[in-house]
């Protein structure tokens, strides 16, 4: 089995996040590090593969840096990593986006991919909608367990009732909630050994996707200002002298919120 | 000159601080308070390769270099020292001495077993009378029909007695004036290990005193030529020096953060007390050594790894990481005032285990005597 994991690297947790007041687009000077869901994912891809044969391989659109944090998938325990980079593409939205990684899987053509449910930096948890659409794959997405039988996936999917079970044929498109695995730490021998593991970093044209369909050019949004959001104006701050529950009671009482 | 981490260091990084932070930190404050040995995580950090960072995969190492070694000893000594010395014990003390001056038959014989961290070692040198002075070694083995027959006694041995440990190296008077490295395994007859050791700190390490009567063990147990001792135990001391001293980095910028977080969040006088300048102050004092502090055990693992003299580095490295980690836990629970005073408060346990940096491994006059006579003194 073919598997294919989608993966974003975005600021690490510690990193203090800003937009760039000139290009309206987040900074991504600072450290970067993989989306935590997107370890999920990776775990979920290696143990399929362990149960099932085949290879994982490593998809991302972003910078070339982007390439240290897909070497920890590498050293987790997948195959190889694939990176399309390009200045062009700098600035996609949703949109853009979403073709860029299409093309570049139906040039893959795995059995199953898998996506984290959302990433930490533009939250969207959309992505894999549009990127199954754009394939005419059927998409599960917030799944917290996974399992895969003759060519049949099925999917327990969480929601805020209980869960759904959903099966759907293969090739398709999975989003793994955090719930679905606990992610291995990448082994010493797996850092070392992920350096001689095929690592490409391929341009627009590399991949076979067109420059005019992504980047600000292929984007469908324009940002027009961006803007700190407003202080919160209707604060009260409590010191506990004993009576802060009480006290919180009343204030929520007060605004008929209970 | 290149300061940046390799990608693979900077992922052996962030692997061993994820490590700490998620299965170290839960259980740091009940295996000190309960002065437990962490069998369990050793066979996780085991399962991870970082139990023989440095020895080569050929033996069943990681076939890490000298950096990564350091920085995973610092980044797990932020979080716990009795889980660092474990490890760093086991792999500059217990391992090396069998990884330097072996024959390839008690390679391949014992190294697989310690670098994958299945088994654990230990390294005895100090005795009751030879402390700082390691050459006035007492223990003796007699060469008697095909063994070796070792009496006397050693003190204060890390990892000699987990229920892991393997055997440890010890030197021993062989002749008049020769010293040499013979390699004793637990279970051996006439080989008795004490109750664990009760410590001010790193009581979560284990800690033994060590004795041997008429305690045979086999002629091929030397480890190199004999009479090489003395040499042998200068060697595995300098590179040791260099998993110290990370330690001591590690310490001071754990001390640093809980100190950094609780000035943020404790107010008085109306304000976070990082805001007054005296407090502030200290924190910034604290992170210029700490960066000092860390770049000269990079300096001393970089050299070691370019194959380079790194003794005098070494020395220098352990000697101030000792003093300032001192200096840092000191500031560090100053700022959490009476809180950090309560055991509750992780800076409490980092205050206590921070001593031992200052004197195992070579004291501070030790370290001062080393660098002195390096330099023609
Ligand atoms: C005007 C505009 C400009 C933008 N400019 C940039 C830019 O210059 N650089 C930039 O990085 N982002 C940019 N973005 C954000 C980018 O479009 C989104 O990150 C992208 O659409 C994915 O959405 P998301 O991050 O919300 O992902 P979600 O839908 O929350 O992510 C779900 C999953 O999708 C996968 N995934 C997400 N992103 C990628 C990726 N790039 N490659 C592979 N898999 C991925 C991961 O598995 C992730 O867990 C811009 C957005 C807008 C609106
Ligand atoms: C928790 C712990 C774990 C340890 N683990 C190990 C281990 O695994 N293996 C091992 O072999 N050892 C181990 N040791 C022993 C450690 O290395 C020694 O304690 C250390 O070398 C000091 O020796 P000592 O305690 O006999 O002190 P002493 O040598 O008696 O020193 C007492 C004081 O005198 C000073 N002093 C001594 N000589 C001089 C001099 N010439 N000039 C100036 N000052 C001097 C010292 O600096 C010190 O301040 C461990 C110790 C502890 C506490």
Redesign the interface.
């Known amino acids: 089995m073919k598997i294919a994991v989608c993966v974003k690297q975005v600021p690490d947790a510690t990193v203090h996040k800003r937009l760039d007041p000139s290009t309206h687009r987040l900074d991504r000077s600072g450290e970067g590090a993989l989306n935590p869901t997107d370890l999920n994912a990776v775990e979920e891809a290696l143990r399929l593969r362990d149960a099932h044969g085949g290879e994982v391989a490593i998809l991302s659109l972003g910078p070339e840096r982007a390439m240290d944090s897909l070497r920890k998938a590498l050293a987790m325990g997948a195959d190889r990593a694939v990176l399309v980079s390009d200045a062009a593409a700098a600035g996609s939205d949703l949109v853009a986006t979403s073709h860029a990684l299409a093309t570049a899987l139906g040039r893959e053509e795995p059995d199953l991919v898998l996506f984290g449910q959302q990433s930490s930096d533009a939250d969207g948890a959309v992505l894999w909608a549009a990127v199954a659409d754009r394939l005419r794959r059927p998409m599960v997405s917030q799944v917290a367990e996974l399992t895969i039988e003759g060519g049949t996936l099925t999917g327990k999917r969480q929601t805020e009732f209980g869960y759904d079970v959903i099966s759907a044929p293969l090739p398709a498109v999975v989003a793994v909630s955090d719930a679905i695995n606990e992610p291995r730490y990448p082994s010493l021998k797996g850092i070392m050994g992920a350096k001689s593991k095929p690592q490409e970093t391929v341009s627009l044209a590399d991949a076979g996707i067109e420059a005019d369909r992504v980047g600000e050019a292929g984007s469908k949004t324009t940002v027009r200002a961006v803007a700190p959001p407003p202080a919160k104006s209707d604060q009260v701050k409590l010191e506990d002298d004993g009576s802060a529950a009480e006290k919180i009671v009343e204030y929520l009482a007060e605004k008929r919120l209970i | 000159m290149d300061l940046d981490l390799t ?2 260091q ?3 990084r ?2 061993v601080r ?2 700490a932070r998620e299965r170290v930190a839960p259980v740091a404050e009940e295996l000190d308070r309960e002065a437990r040995f962490p069998v369990e995580l050793v066979r996780e950090l085991a ?4 139990m023989g ?1 440095p020895i080569s ?1 050929r033996y069943g190492g ?3 270099d000298t950096v990564s070694y350091a920085i995973a000893i610092e980044e797990l000594t932020r979080i716990d020292s009795s889980v660092a010395i474990t490890v760093a014990a086991h792999t500059s003390l217990g391992t090396m001495p069998i990884n330097l001056f072996g024959s390839d038959e008690q390679k391949e014989r014992w190294l697989p077993d310690l670098a994958s961290g299945r088994k654990l070692a230990a390294f005895g040198l100090t005795e009751p009378d030879a402390g700082s002075d390691a050459g006035a070694t007492r223990t003796t083995a007699e060469l008697r029909d095909g063994s070796w027959v070792v009496n006397g006694s050693k003190m204060f041995i890390t990892n000699a007695g987990t229920e892991l440990t393997w055997g440890v190296t010890i030197t021993a008077r062989t002749g008049e004036d020769e010293i040499s490295n013979i390699v004793v395994e637990n279970g051996t007859p006439g080989y008795e290990i004490s109750g664990p050791l009760h410590k001010l700190g790193w009581k979560a390490s284990d800690t033994r005193e060590l004795t041997f009567a008429d305690c045979a063990v086999p002629e091929g147990n030397l480890l190199g030529p004999r009479g090489e001792g003395f040499h042998q135990f200068l060697e595995i001391l300098d590179g040791g020096r260099i998993s110290v001293a990370a330690m001591g980095v590690g310490l001071a910028q754990g001390a640093y953060d809980l100190a950094d977080a609780y000035a943020r969040e404790r107010r008085q006088f109306g304000k976070q007390i990082g805001k007054f300048q005296a407090v502030a102050f200290k924190l910034a004092d604290m992170a210029v050594e700490i960066e000092a502090g860390r770049q000269l055990v990079s300096k001393a693992a970089w050299l070691k790894d370019q194959g380079r003299p790194f003794a005098l580095e070494a020395a220098m490295a352990k000697l101030y990481t000792g003093e300032l980690s001192h200096r840092v836990v000191n500031q560090a629970l100053q700022i959490h005032g009476g809180y950090g005073f309560m055991d509750e408060f992780p800076i409490s346990r980092l205050y206590r285990d921070q001593k031992i940096l200052e004197i195992g491994e070579g004291t501070n006059e030790v370290q001062r005597m080393v660098i002195a006579k390096h330099l023609g003194l």
């Open positions: 990608s693979e900077e992922l052996i962030d692997t994820a490590f399962e991870l390769g970082l960072i995969e990681a076939g890490g």
